[in-house]
């Protein structure tokens, strides 16, 4: 299929950005600079956000309010960047978005990124963040009981993680949701690793490049890829988006079948675009509408 103009453009626009050249600079600089140019001076309005760290394990948080009168059904969503990049500036829209559409509770997690803190770092971080927002959310006027957690790319794997994790402890999910995410080492060799390697912005290269600065140790990969896990039984229902033209489009699907084979409820959908879509332009926002009617389903049973 001949790719449509939005795709085209966006990725004519990432190009000329150096998007699909994250990988020849510094992590330290690549953040500054996304962070800037992240800031958005029309947001989706929501009653309130609240900025703190979460004292005990030093991590960022933003609390999205939703307007109305609570108490609210709560998401702890995770933002994308290879496990290197970006962070709460990066995704302050989608969560936002996700707050106001859900009425849900939004808190977005800035768990610990590589390569200053390799895994499993940023996996403990980030079941960290979810369950303190599981043990004190009646402080934010949110539910603890109808709780779900969500994110995009390594945002994505981090939140399926997380939702293998609090299920283990006991901590019952009504939902989980991922688009385009990370589930497996590129040791794989995945078909769409050879089909969309080039030419996508996001490149098998710096896909690469991502994973060696995330699991530094090799005897690790096979722990840190989730798609390995043996158990995928109990999860909460989920929601899996992948694009077509995208180095992980085949591991996002084989996480989809694995949850389906072991009777998860589970809603899969291939968009025609590529990757980093969500929530922008007219697919981006079909996505978004979609995921955020899921959520608001499930959280609301």
Not at 39 to 52: E, F, L, M, S, Y
Request: glycine share 8%; with cysteine; net charge negative.
């Amino acid at each position: 299929m001949a790719l449509s103009k939005e795709v085209l453009d966006t990725i004519a626009f990432s190009k000329q950005n150096g998007f699909d050249k994250l990988n020849l600079a510094p992590p330290q600089e690549t953040r500054k600079a996304m962070a800037k140019a992240a800031q958005d001076p029309g947001p989706t309005q929501v009653a309130d956000v609240i900025r703190k760290t979460i004292t005990h394990h030093s991590i960022p948080v933003r609390i999205y309010i939703p307007f109305g009168e609570g108490p609210f059904p709560i998401i702890s969503y995770y933002h994308g960047g290879g496990f290197v990049l970006m962070g709460l500036e990066t995704h302050d829209e989608i969560c936002r978005q996700l707050c106001k559409n859900t009425g849900c509770i939004v808190m977005s997690v800035a768990y610990q990124l590589a390569p200053e803190h390799p895994y499993p770092q940023g996996p403990e971080s980030s079941v960290a963040a979810a369950i303190w927002l599981h043990e004190r959310a009646a402080e934010y006027s949110g539910l603890s009981e109808s709780m779900a957690v969500a994110g995009d790319s390594a945002g994505g794997y981090m939140a399926l993680h997380v939702a293998r994790m609090l299920t283990k402890q006991g901590i019952a999910l009504k939902a989980q949701f991922a688009t385009y995410p990370v589930t497996d080492h590129y040791s794989a060799h995945y078909p769409s690793y050879q089909e969309n390697g080039k030419d996508y912005v996001l490149t098998a290269e710096i896909m690469k490049w991502f994973w060696d600065n995330y699991v530094t140790d090799p005897s690790l990969f096979e722990a840190a890829s989730i798609l390995r896990t043996a158990d995928f039984s109990g999860l909460p229902p989920a929601m899996i988006f992948t694009c077509n033209y995208d180095p992980l489009r085949d591991e996002g699907k084989a996480y989809a079948e694995k949850l389906r084979k072991a009777g998860v409820p589970t809603v899969y959908k291939n968009y025609e675009n590529i990757h980093g879509f969500f929530g922008t332009g007219s697919m981006g926002e079909q996505a978004m509408q979609e995921a955020s009617a899921f959520l608001k389903e499930k959280l609301n049973k």
